[in-house]
């Protein structure tokens, strides 16, 4: 075993066990906190894929805003079930059922794939320096023979749920 | 080396935890908070698919770009739809917002 | 690249294992003679009335929502900086409209009076 | 083998490697010791430097308030904050009752670790670095989100009212305030075209803040107020808040928190002159690599400098005006520049136009901009109070008490 294969079982092993924590946790505020953990497993995962762009970005908009975000929501709303009540609905022994089918279902049809196994290629030279490949990044965001347009409807879906959030949370007299 | 194959299960693993937050938490924020571990697993799909089947193109990149907009939307207004309807209702549980059912 | 994040996380290991050592150093150092009144939630002298985690109002969840917009605008835009100097006139106007766009909510925030401090 | 006063660094790194594998040590360990090595030293050396700032902060603002500060101990009271130390590590941690234990212990390591985090991507001088981070301008701002949750958790732990109350204030203001802050770092990496913080310093033949004053500007506020001192210290406002978030830490724990807003204010000082002023560039830097981490000392006082004056000439704002000001003055500003900056660089760049044109162009557009929006803001300003006319009678001893004569007096 490599050492970054030891890094990557141990990063994988303990965002699993954050993310049970964060569907089982009682305490909806500790859930959060766990969130934030397993995210920055996955913030680890992407350094381990070779992209800090992502990485960064990770940790930038999901612990430093999403995170927060769900942490301010969940101050908002508490005083309700936080502690006495049960964590889970009636259904839960089905949707602990569902999951396992799916992940079992996912990984069995992943296994009969020719690709599974597949080794990582060497980046190729020219986009090998993490700063170019942002550059080609940006210049493909705005390139209109590129994703321009996935670009602007991007934006247009943020203000969209600027406006609708600003309209459905904000304090009507 | 890391095989494909380790990120692969890794994701589907992730998914089937949120999924399983999605279906079974009662609280509505902790439902969102299933969401966002999906949407997580999706990434890590994604970018991995990227650096290893198409490290020459940006397709997967773009793609992690945009399920990122997509999940702060999300998150956005769904929290925001919870604090409305928390004000309302007294209530953060999925189950008890019954106003559909009249 | 993996030995930039090699460095990056003993870095951060360090950086966490240092205050926490200090502590831990300080806890070791440091009397400990706790009372019910001394480890009371503190209260201006008073007793303690209610109960502490008390709950807030939504304007903090507006502002933090207006800041997730522009942080992963921001996401965006940072590639598109990353390039400038190879992007054509066309190519940054369109970076600007994105840009434009997202203003364009600024704005409606402002009139709405989501900005206002209540 | 590098020579020492062309490349420090280097210089040790090798002298380190062949000591190591001399004795016997496979090259992979050795590379991981150094890097090890290297981690540890770069924190350790910022927390030992907060010993130096806090005297030299309390100096300054004691001489600013026409106080000596500190000047028993040693040379100038040189030696004042050993003594603090000395009584901070020694007094007692109270843990109050009810406080979620994980978050509350939590807060202030990794209020402190979110700053020294910055110092792992900062270029002290040419060839030393802690790592040459291609997206190091972004890590930057990566890690003052750990720096927010550290405030969450203090706030939320701490089974305190006034703590959470001044948890979510700081929050909400670091949010705020961090809107325009990444907005202006999108400037100097426009302008450089890249986000990696060495190339950034590198690419700055002018400083950007002939280029950007009013991104600076705004750069610069904004660090203050995430460093979270007067006059944007809302975080901690004892007149209204108690302490902020950490009215329930005692002992170290809530040393640990003063130690990271000193690191702070010092590490975002140096954050602005490695986009604004130039980093540690200067006459024969790039020769002598230790010559440059002078020139960033001295310039990072500078502007730390500056900090202070603020902190010692300004009161403190009310929260509403703070955050009217990042919402309604400092971001559309902001996006104005980012705009104008774009358009005008990109056309005077085409156009032909060598550096020095580029220089003057955008600063005089910057002076315009800046002009016209504080045109804006006197018309949009509040008109000052107006005064009361009439004296009001002081309270005399000699007048005879009678109820109409008082209200006579009350109501001119």
Redesign the interface.
Known sequence: M?P??IV?LIV?VA??IS??M??SARR??H???W??L??LG?AV?????????????????????????????????????QDR?????R??W???L???G??GG??GA??GWQ???????E??AD?A???TR???????????D???I???V??????????????????RK | MIPLSWYLIFAALLFAVGLYGVMARRNSVGILMGIELMLNAVNVNLIAFWRYLYPDRLDGQVFVAVVLVAAAAEAVVGLALIISAYRRHKTVVADEMTLLKG | MLDHWLYIGLFFFVAMLLPGAAIFIASILAPKKPNPIKSSPYECGIETVGESRIQFKAQYYIYALVFLIFEVEAVFLFPWAAAYNQLTLFMVVEGLIFVLILVGGLLYAWKKGALEWR | MPNFWSDPVGFLIQWLTNLLTGLGLSPELVKFLLAFLGAALLPLMAMLFVVFLIWYERKLYARMQDRFGPNRLGPWGIFQTFADMGKIFTKEIITPAGVDLIPFNLAPILAVGAVLLVWAVMPLAPRIVGVDLSVGLIFVIAAGGFGELAIMLAGWGSNNKYALLGGFRAVALLLSYEVPMVIAMLIPAMLAGSLNLVEIVASQDVPYLLLAPVAALIFFITQVAESGRAPFDLVEAESELVAGYNTEYSGLKFGMFYVAEFLHAFTSSMLFVTLFLGGYRGPFANEFPLLGLVYLMVKTFIVYFVTILFRGALPRFRIDQMLDLNWKVLTPLILAMVFVTALVDKIVVQAGGPLLVRTIVLFVVNMLIFWFSSKLLQRNVRPPRRKVSVQRPLATANVTPSASQGQDNLSA
């Open positions: 490599t970054l294969q990557f994988t965002t699993l993310a049970v964060v569907v909806m505020l859930a959060a906190l969130l934030i397993s995210l996955i995962l992407f350094v381990t894929l070779e992209t800090s762009f992502f990485a960064i970005v990770q940790v930038m908009v999901y612990v430093g805003a999403i995170a927060i975000l769900i942490v301010f929501a969940v101050m908002l709303t508490r005083r309700d079930i009540d049960k964590v889970t609905n259904g839960a089905a949707a602990a569902a999951a396992l799916v992940a996912l990984v992943l296994t690709a599974f196994a597949s080794i990582r290629p980046l190729a986009s320096a993490e700063g942002i550059a080609q990044l940006g210049m493909a965001l705005v390139s209109p590129a994703y321009a996935p670009f602007e991007a934006s247009v879906l943020l203000i969209g749920a600027l406006i609708g959030a600003i309209y459905v949370a904000g304090e």
